[in-house]
Nanobody
Framework: QVQLVESGGGLVQAGGSLRLSCAAS????????MGWFRQAPGKEREFEAA????????YYTDSVKGRFTISRDNAKNTVYLQMTSLKPEDTAVYYC??????????????????????WGQGTQVTVSS
């Protein structure tokens, strides 16, 4: 079992930046591939970014490539999402998630919700125009 707690959300103007953090406790953090998802009001939860256990491989949805960066610090049991050039359409609750290791991330659907076994409670990001 692992517990995930997101932080760093808030209100920011369009064009601004935020860095989200997700602190993990419980089992060994470095054994989990990690992901970030978001859910806007009235919409389904959608994938944003993922990172392999050691951080060597990252994945992004097209809409955030070049603007968001996922990273992790296994010594601090924390995964980050650096968000830049924010747009009003980035407004959502952002969730981090941990996946039990089932093989290389290249063989997993890292953009799929069922891949992930543990979820945080979310942090609100609001981007004003």
């Amino acid at each position: 079992q692992v517990q995930l707690v997101e932080s760093g959300g808030g209100l920011v103007q369009a064009g601004g930046s935020l860095r989200l953090s997700c602190a993990a406790s419980g089992r060994t953090f470095s054994s989990y591939p990690m992901g970030w998802f978001r859910q806007a009001p009235g919409k389904e939860r959608e994938f944003e970014a993922a990172i392999s256990r050691a951080g060597a491989t990252t994945y992004y949805t097209d809409s955030v490539k070049g603007r968001f960066t996922i990273s992790r610090d296994n010594a601090k049991n924390t995964v980050y999402l650096q968000m830049t050039s924010l747009k009003p359409e980035d407004t959502a609750v952002y969730y981090c998630a941990a996946a039990l290791f089932r093989g290389p991330t290249s063989s997993q659907a890292m953009d799929a919700i069922p891949t992930y076994d543990y979820w945080g409670q979310g942090t609100q990001v609001t981007v004003s125009s």
